[in-house]
């Protein structure tokens, strides 16, 4: 286990507040949860002894910190290779493949990424989610930022919670799009299947804004750029089925295969065998939660997506422009 120390005095700007209210700004490396659970185990004193959260303060007091980071994450480890993008003392990025499961759950007891990441860093199991910040979906490919601290965990949090991480995908959908545009709609879980979300009435919907930009145009596809305003489940997969130009190849919400008129025998064959959905996380960009350094990490198009792009490509040279 690491055993955490540290050591302030309140300010004297503090007097007349709460101890918990107080420590939450002399200690923003740590959430307000954690930092209460340790107030509430003792392992915060305040002039030498424990206090209760709500005690108000004069200015001046000696604060205590010290704690032991126990096991947050029961799971075991796994060797399953990742595509480490980067690595420092403080986070990971890495490039997961489609078909890797973030999290364990129902159906995936283990063989996640979790499981690979308390593999390649033991430590990871002291921290909440072995220091997932964000998810991508089983099928989806790309760019994911793994905290290695909680000050790491806690400043990335907070930055997507503020929309302050740029993640920017690239997709193939139905349809010929003519111009990009944005969906502002809000999600929710489907009132009638629990694996679905759906576009919700503003009263049980959360806010969510997908912009995307139109890359290339095919006979009767469409290969686009988006940009994630909002972190929602499962976003852009329901936010472009909204407007009628759902992902390739998606289970969910892709309504089926579809072969174009006239379609190349490699452009059928690259949308029979394309069984996920065709989405990729291709950018992420954000600020270096220690040293506050701009970062920006981009991720190759996988070879089963490039080989999709390759194939439409094809279809559209031999079949020219097509209105059907």
């Known amino acids: 286990?690491?055993?955490?120390?540290?050591?302030?005095?309140?300010?004297?700007?503090?007097?007349?507040?709460?101890?918990?209210?107080?420590?939450?700004?002399?200690?923003?490396?740590?959430?307000?949860?954690?930092?209460?659970a340790w107030v509430k185990a003792g392992s915060v004193t305040l002039d030498g002894a424990p206090a209760p959260p709500r005690q108000l303060l004069r200015g001046g007091e000696q604060v205590r910190l010290e704690a032991e980071l126990e096991t947050e994450v029961a799971s075991r480890p796994?060797?399953?290779?990742?595509?480490?993008?980067?690595?420092d003392e403080h986070l990971l990025v890495l490039d997961k493949p489609a078909g890797l499961v973030v999290h364990p759950g129902a159906g995936n007891p283990d063989g996640t990424l979790l499981n690979a990441l308390l593999h390649h860093d033991p430590k990871l199991a002291e921290l909440p989610r072995a220091g997932i910040v964000h998810r991508l979906d089983k099928d989806t490919s790309g760019l994911m930022v793994v905290a290695r601290t909680l000050p790491a965990q806690t400043a990335l949090v907070d930055m997507l919670s503020r929309h302050a991480v740029e993640r920017q995908y690239e997709a193939v959908v139905a349809g010929t799009l003519v111009a990009g545009g944005?969906?502002?709609?809000?999600?929710?879980?489907?009132?009638?299947?629990?694996?679905?979300?759906?576009?919700?009435?503003?009263?049980?919907g959360k806010r969510a804004v997908t912009h995307y930009r139109l890359r290339e145009r095919f006979r009767a596809h469409s290969l686009v750029q988006c940009n994630l305003e909002t972190g929602r489940t499962h976003q852009i997969r329901v936010h472009m089925a909204h407007i009628h130009h759902p992902l390739v190849g998606d289970p969910l919400y892709g309504g089926g295969l579809k072969l174009p008129k006239r379609a190349t025998p490699e452009l059928a064959a690259a949308l029979r065998g394309f069984r996920r959905q065709a989405l990729h996380a291709e950018r992420l960009s954000f600020e270096h939660p220690a040293s506050g350094e701009p970062m920006a990490?981009?991720?190759?198009?996988?070879?089963?997506?490039?080989?999709?792009?390759?194939?439409?490509?094809?279809d559209l040279a031999a079949n020219g422009a097509d209105d059907d």
């Open 1 to 36: 286990m690491t055993t955490i120390r540290h050591q302030a005095v309140v300010p004297l700007s503090a007097a007349g507040r709460r101890f918990d209210q107080a420590l939450a700004e002399m200690f923003p490396d740590y959430s307000r949860s954690r930092l209460a």
């Open 78 to 87: 796994q060797a399953i290779e990742l595509a480490v993008v980067h690595e």
């Open 182 to 204: 944005t969906v502002d709609a809000p999600l929710g879980r489907h009132i009638g299947d629990r694996l679905r979300q759906a576009v919700r009435d503003e009263d049980d």
């Open 297 to 314: 990490f981009q991720a190759p198009r996988p070879a089963d997506l490039d080989a999709l792009v390759d194939a439409l490509r094809g």
